[in-house]
C-alpha cells in the first residue's frame, strides 16, 4: 500500500467517521467540564441530545461514502449505516428515560459517560479491523463501569458495579484472547481480508487455532449479550442497578455483542461452507449456547416476581433466540442460496427488541407507587384502569416479547425461525429444525410470564396508587417504543428490508472490481441474484 | 369486489377503534354501534354470498388474480401478501362468523353493563380476526390473524368472565399459543419445502399456489407414505399441534371446558360457534390440502383420537349438571365429527366434515345463546335448579328443543347432514371407526333430550331468588319474557338450522368444488405415493382400515 492510498484511506475513514467523533467529542467535553460548570441536569441531558441528534445528522450526511474494505477500519455499507442509525435512535429514547436519573452534581459525568457508550456501539457497527472492533466494545463497557458507580451511592448498587466490573474485565480479556487467534490463523487483522483468504486458502483459518478463537471470541461476546454460560451476571446487575442502567445494559451490550458475532465470527467462518469441520463446530457450539440460553433463561423467568429480575431473564431468553440467528449465521456458507439468512433474522430481530424491552422497562421507569419505585408484579395490579395508557404500552411491548402478531416482536421471531428452517449443514438439516422446535416450545414458556404480567394489570383489582413520574420525555420514549412497535408490526417492509440490506453487507467480502473468473460459484454477488425480492 | 370483501373484513375493526376512541360512550350507545357494524358486515357478506360463482375452485373476489399470484404487496416482503379470496372452504365460515357475531352482540345487549364500549370493541376486534382468518390466502396472513384472535378473546374471558376467569383465560391464551406456535414452524416448513424443492425455486406464501406447487413437488421423499419420518408426515404433526387444541381434538381438550364455561354468553357463543372452525377450517385447508399423505400415513391414529373423542365427549357430557358444561363437553364431542369426517379420507366425508363445521356453529352457538337466555333471568345454570320453562318461556323453549334437536342430528334439521355423510364416508375407509362414531350420534340424542326433558318440559321450577338480586327478581311472576334482541338474534339461527336440514343443496354446492379438489388431490396423491417401507401400515391396535380399493364405492354413492 503506498502511502497515497494509504492517506485516502485514512481521510475516507475519518469522514465515515464523523458521526462517532461528534458524539466522542461531546461526550469528552462533557466530561471534562463537569467539575467546573454547575448546571442542572436538564442542561447536560440537552447537551447530550443535542450532540446526538448532530451526529444524526451527519450520519446521514456521510450515507453514500464507502471505504476500502481491505484497507479501512471502518466500513459504512448497509450494516455500518443501518445500524449507527439504530444506535443513535435507541441512544436518543434511552436519554429520554434516564433525563431525570443522575443527580444535578454528577449529571456531567452520567451524560458523558452515556454519549461515550453510544460512540462506542457506533464503532461496533462499522469496524472491520479486530483492534478497532475490540476498541469500540471496551468504548461500550468502560463508560458503563461508570454510570454503575455514578449512581445511588448504597451499598447494593457498589455491589453490583463491582461484579459487574470484575467479570466485564475478565470477558475482555477471553475476547482479547480469541481476537488475537483470528489474527494469528492468517495475519492479517482486516475482517473482510480475513474472510476473503479464508474463502481462497483451504488451510485458513488453520481448524484447530480456528476453533480455540471461535471459541474464546464467542465467550467474550456471550458475556456481552447475557448468553448461558456468561449470563449470572444479569439478574443480580439489573436488580441492583437503576433501572434506566438496566434498560441500557439489556440493550445496548447485546445489540453490539450480536453484531460484533456477525463482523468477527460468523461473516468470516462462514465462508467456508457448510462441510467445513471448523464451521460444522461452531455451528454445533452455537447450537449448545442457544439452546441452553433460551431454556433457562425463560424457565428461571417464570419463578420471578421482581419487574427488574423478570426483565433480566427475558434478556436472557431473548439472547438464546438470537443465538439462533447466529447458529444459521453460521451455516449459511457462500453457496446456500437461502432465502432467509441467520445475520438478517438477528438485526431484525434486534430492533424489535430494543423497541420492545427499552418500552418495558420504560414504563417501570416512569411510573412510581407510594414514595418508591414500582418493583414488583404485583405493584402494577389494576394499572389498566388506573393509569390506562402506561398500561397499554406496557402491554403492547410484552405481548411484543412474547412474540404475538400483529407486533414487531412476531416478525422478529418469524425472521429467526423461517431463517432455521431455511438452514442446513449440507443436507443435514435436522439440527436447526430441532432447534427451531425447542425455541417454539419456549416461547410459549416465555408467553406464560408475559402475559402474567398483562393478567395483573387487567383482571386484577387495583391495590394501591400508582402516579407516572418523569414527565413527557418519558412518556414520549415510551410512547415511542410501543407505537413502533404497533406500526412495525404492521408495515415491517422497512425494517426487513435494511436488516436484508445489512446481512448481504455483513457478508460480503468481493471487491467491486473483482476479475470475473475468480468468482466461480461466487457468494454475495452471485447468490443475490437468486433472491426473489432484491430486484423487487 | 375484491375492495369489498376487504372493507368487510376491516369494518368491525372500525368500528371497534372508533368504540375505544370514542369518549364516554354509554351502553346503548356503544350496543348500538356494535350492532350496526355485525349489521352492515352480515350485509356485505351477503352481497358476497349472492355474487359468488357456484362450481368455480378457484378463490373468488381476490386481489389480482390474472396477474397470477393473489393479493397486494403490502406487508413485509414482496412475498408476503395482502390477500383475501373466498371459496367453498371458506365461504360458509365466513357468513357463519359474520351470522353469529350478530347473535353475539344480541345476547349481550342486557347482560354486559360493565365497561361495555370495551366489550363491544374487543367483540368486532375479534370478529376482524375471525373473517380475516377464513378469508387469508396467504400463509402468514392467516397466522396473524389466527394468533390475533387470542388477544380479543383472553380480555372478553378474563374481564366479563365467571368466577374463575383468570385462570380460564390464562389457560386458553397459553394453551393455544402453544399449539399455534409450533403450526407456524410447520408453515414455514412448507414454505420453505416449495422454495427448495419446486421446479423454479419460487418462494411464495400464497396458499393456492402452495397447495398447487406441493401436490406435485418433484422430490421423491415428498411422496413417501408410511415412514413416521417422511417429510409431509413430520410437517403434518407440526401443523397439527396448533388445529387439534383449537378443534380441539381428544387429548388436547382440557382448555374447552374451562373457556366455555367461564366466559361471557358471547364469548361462548364466538367460542363454539366459529373459534372452534378455526382448528378444523385449518386441519382441511393445510393438513388435509398440503400435506395428505401425512393424513393417509397418520389415518389410523387421527381416527382412533376422533372417535375417542366423540364417545367420550357424549360419555362427559351425560354426567353434566351445568348446561353449559353439558354443551360445552358436546362439542368436543361433535367437533369429533368433524375430525373423522376428514380424515375418511374420501369426498364423501370431507363434504360432511366442512357442512357439519357449519351446523355445529349454529346449533351450538344456539345453544350457548339459550343457556345464556335462561342464566340472566335465573342467575344458574344447574339442569335441576330450573324445569319447566316451556310454560314460562315458551319462545326460548321452542329455540331451545329445535336447536337441540339439530345438534343431535334429527333428519330433517342440519346435524343429519352433516354426520350422516360423515359416518358413510368412514364406513369405506373404516367400519369400526364408522359403527364406534355412530354411537356417539345415539349418545348426543340422549343427553340432549335429557337436558331438554329436565329443563323444558314437567311442572315449572324456578330457584328461589338469592339475595343479591332481590330487587329485580324476587317475584318470579316478573322474570323478564324474551326480548326482541334475543328472538332477533336466535331467529334466524333457528331458520338456518331448518333451510339446511330440508335443502342442503345450495350449500353443498358452493363446498363441493373445493372439497372435491381436496379430494382430487389426496387420491392422486395417494395413487403415485411410493411406500417407504413396504410393511408399516402404522401398527395401531384399533382400527384396521379397510381395503383401499373399497374407495370407488362411496363416490358413487354419493350423488
Known sequence: MNPQIAYESVQQTLRILIPELIVLAAGVAMMTASPFFRWPRRTWCAIGAGALTAALLALLAVSGLQTDMYAAVALNDSLGFYGRLVVLLSGLILLALAHDEPADDTAGEFFGAFLMINAGAMLVMTANELVFLFVGLELVSMPTYMLLYLSRRTSTTQETATKYFYLSIFSSGLLLYGLAFLYGVAGVSNLKALATLSWHLPSIPHPQLGLVAVVFVLAGLCFRVAAVPFHFYAPDVYQGSPTVLAALLSWVPKGVGFVAMVRALTAVISVKGPDDPLVQKAVMISWVVAAATMILGNTLALLQNNLKRLLAYSAIAHAGYLMIGVTVAFANGPKSGYVYYGCESIFFYLVAYALMTLGAFGVIIGLRTAGRDVETVEDLAGLGFTQPLPALALAICLLSLSGIPPLAGFWGKFEIFASAFAASLGDNSGPFILLAVIGVLNAAVGAYYYLRIVVTMYLRPARQTVVPRGGWPVALAVGACASLSLILGLFPGPIVRASRAAALAAVDHSPPSRPQVIVRSGPSPSHSTKIPWVQN | ?559
Request: proline share 6%; with cysteine; charged share 10%.
Open chain 2, 1 to 559: 369486489m375484491a375492495t369489498l370483501l376487504a372493507i368487510t373484513v376491516l369494518l368491525p375493526l372500525l368500528g371497534s377503534l372508533v368504540l375505544i376512541l370514542a369518549p364516554r360512550l354509554d351502553r346503548s350507545a356503544a350496543r348500538n354501534i356494535a350492532l350496526g357494524c355485525t349489521l352492515a358486515t352480515m350485509a356485505f357478506s351477503l352481497i358476497l354470498l349472492a355474487s359468488f360463482r357456484t362450481g368455480v375452485l378457484t378463490p373468488q373476489f381476490a386481489f389480482e388474480p390474472q396477474a397470477g399470484t393473489y393479493g397486494l404487496r403490502w406487508l413485509a416482503r414482496p412475498d408476503i401478501r395482502f390477500a383475501f379470496g373466498l371459496d367453498g372452504l371458506s365461504l360458509w365460515l365466513f357468513l357463519l362468523t359474520a351470522l353469529l357475531m350478530i347473535t353475539a352482540v344480541m345476547s349481550s345487549w342486557e347482560a354486559i353493563s360493565e365497561r361495555a364500549p370495551l366489550y363491544y370493541a374487543f367483540l368486532l376486534a375479534l370478529e376482524t380476526g375471525l373473517l380475516g382468518l377464513f378469508a387469508s390466502l396467504d400463509v402468514v396472513l392467516f397466522y396473524i390473524f389466527f394468533e390475533f384472535t387470542l388477544i380479543p378473546l383472553f380480555f372478553l374471558i378474563g374481564l366479563w368472565g365467571g368466577p374463575e376467569r383468570q385462570r380460564a383465560s390464562i389457560m386458553f391464551f397459553l394453551y393455544t399459543l402453544a399449539g399455534s406456535l409450533l403450526t407456524l414452524l410447520g408453515v414455514i416448513a412448507l414454505v420453505v419445502v416449495h422454495y427448495r424443492y419446486s421446479p423454479a425455486n419460487v418462494l411464495t406464501f400464497s396458499i393456492p399456489e402452495l397447495t398447487r406447487g406441493l401436490a406435485t413437488l418433484p422430490w421423491p421423499r415428498w411422496h413417501e407414505v408410511g415412514s413416521w419420518s417422511s417429510p409431509q408426515v413430520l410437517i403434518f404433526l407440526l401443523l397439527l399441534a396448533g388445529f387439534a387444541i383449537k378443534v380441539p381434538m381428544f387429548p388436547f381438550h382440557t382448555w374447552l371446558p374451562l373457556a366455555h364455561v367461564e366466559a361471557p354468553t358471547a364469548g361462548s357463543i364466538i367460542l363454539a360457534g366459529v373459534l372452534l372452525k378455526v382448528g378444523s377450517y385449518g386441519l382441511l385447508r393445510f393438513n388435509m390440502g398440503m400435506t395428505p399423505l401425512g393424513a393417509v400415513s397418520l389415518f389410523p391414529l387421527l381416527a382412533t383420537l376422533a372417535v375417542i373423542g366423540i364417545i367420550y365427549g357424549a360419555l362427559v357430557a351425560l354426567a353434566q349438571t351445568d348446561m353449559k358444561r353439558l354443551v360445552a363437553y358436546s362439542s368436543v364431542s361433535h367437533m369429533g365429527f368433524v375430525v373423522l369426517g376428514m380424515f375418511a379420507l374420501n369426498s364423501t366425508g370431507l363434504d360432511g366434515s366442512v357442512i357439519q363445521m357449519v351446523n355445529h356453529g349454529l346449533t351450538t352457538g344456539a345453544l350457548f345463546a339459550c343457556v345464556g337466555v335462561l342464566y340472566e333471568r335465573y342467575h344458574t345454570r344447574e339442569m335441576s335448579e330450573v324445569g319447566g320453562i316451556w310454560n314460562r318461556l315458551p319462545i326460548l323453549a321452542f329455540f331451545f328443543i329445535l336447536s337441540a334437536l339439530g345438534s343431535a342430528a334429527l333428519p330433517g334439521l342440519n346435524g343429519f347432514v352433516g354426520e350422516f355423510p360423515i359416518l358413510v364416508g368412514m364406513f369405506s375407509e373404516s367400519r369400526r371407526a364408522a359403527v364406534l362414531g355412530g354411537t356417539g350420534m345415539i349418545l348426543g340424542a340422549c343427553y340432549l333430550l335429557w337436558m331438554i326433558l329436565k329443563v323444558v318440559f314437567g311442572p315449572l321450577r324456578e330457584p328461589a331468588a338469592d339475595h343479591e338480586h332481590a330487587g329485580d327478581g324476587n317475584d318470579h311472576a316478573a322474570v323478564r319474557p324474551v326480548g326482541w334482541h334475543e328472538i332477533a338474534g336466535l331467529a334466524p339461527l333457528m331458520a338456518l338450522i331448518v333451510l339446511i336440514g330440508v335443502v342442503p343443496g345450495p350449500f353443498l354446492d358452493r363446498i363441493r368444488p373445493s372439497s372435491g379438489e381436496i379430494d382430487k388431490n389426496l387420491q392422486s396423491q395417494r395413487g403415485s405415493s411410493t411406500v417407504a417401507v413396504a410393511t408399516t401400515t402404522i401398527p395401531l391396535p384399533n382400527i384396521t382400515a379397510a381395503p383401499r380399493n373399497a374407495l370407488k364405492a362411496p363416490q358413487g354413492k354419493r350423488r
